[in-house]
């Protein structure tokens, strides 16, 4: 994958927020076995909305959040879990492309605003893991179906729309303040 892709994936996503990314760190760390495997899995960093129904649960809602919260956990959490691809909003920052360049990760922003057109790309709930933490914490195990659309804004090639948007920003502040 490469920025710029646009991509609808079908397979299996996990999400993952703050607590989840503590916790599975802590849980590895200890050498400790998931009870789940996320080598080259994707995941997502959203906090569902899910229904409990007579027949497992049903997603309602799952935007994205924003990934820079986990900014601090990402390297660890990648290095432990050799996870292929984040799936979230925002961006990263730019000292995980060496990160992702070493373990051949991807980064893919979901769109903003569309939490409940996600949630119909989800074709059945597999599993919740540490749901201790919470509905949005804990970790969901989600057969997703044309999943998307998830442009790749960051990948292991050292590139980023992030890096590049930031830098044209630069020299248009830069080439504004020389005209004053």
């Given at each position: 994958?490469?920025?710029?892709?646009?991509?609808?994936?079908?397979?299996?996503?996990?999400?993952?927020?703050d607590?989840?990314?503590?916790?599975?760190?802590?849980l590895?760390?200890r050498?400790?076995?998931?009870?789940?495997n996320?080598?080259?899995?994707?995941?997502?960093?959203?906090?569902?909305i899910?229904?409990?129904?007579?027949?497992?649960?049903?997603c309602?809602?799952?935007?994205?959040?924003?990934?820079?919260?986990?900014?601090?956990?990402?390297?660890?959490?990648?290095?432990?879990?050799?996870?292929?691809?984040?799936?979230g909003?925002?961006?990263m920052?730019?000292?995980?492309?060496?990160?992702?360049?070493?373990?051949?990760?991807?980064?893919?922003?979901?769109?903003?605003?569309c939490?409940a057109?996600?949630?119909?790309?989800?074709?059945?709930?597999?599993?919740?893991?540490?749901?201790?933490?919470?509905?949005?914490?804990?970790?969901?195990?989600?057969?997703?179906?044309?999943?998307?659309?998830?442009?790749?804004?960051?990948?292991?090639?050292f590139?980023?729309?992030?890096?590049?948007v930031?830098?044209?920003?630069?020299?248009?502040?830069?080439?504004?303040?020389?005209?004053?």
């Amino acid at each position: 994958m490469k920025v710029g892709d646009i991509i609808y994936y079908s397979g299996t996503i996990y999400t993952a927020r703050d607590k989840a990314h503590m916790k599975i760190i802590e849980l590895l760390k200890r050498g400790e076995e998931l009870p789940f495997n996320l080598e080259n899995s994707i995941i997502y960093h959203a906090g569902p909305i899910m229904k409990k129904t007579e027949n497992g649960w049903k997603c309602i809602s799952i935007g994205p959040t924003t990934s820079a919260r986990m900014n601090s956990l990402e390297e660890e959490f990648i290095k432990l879990t050799k996870i292929s691809a984040i799936v979230g909003k925002g961006g990263m920052k730019e000292e995980l492309l060496k990160t992702f360049h070493e373990y051949k990760v991807s980064y893919l922003s979901a769109p903003g605003g569309c939490a409940a057109l996600l949630a119909k790309s989800i074709k059945r709930v597999k599993n919740v893991y540490f749901l201790e933490l919470g509905m949005p914490e804990a970790v969901w195990e989600l057969e997703v179906e044309n999943f998307g659309p998830l442009v790749v804004t960051m990948d292991s090639n050292f590139n980023s729309i992030y890096k590049e948007v930031n830098e044209r920003a630069r020299e248009k502040l830069k080439s504004l303040v020389d005209q004053i």
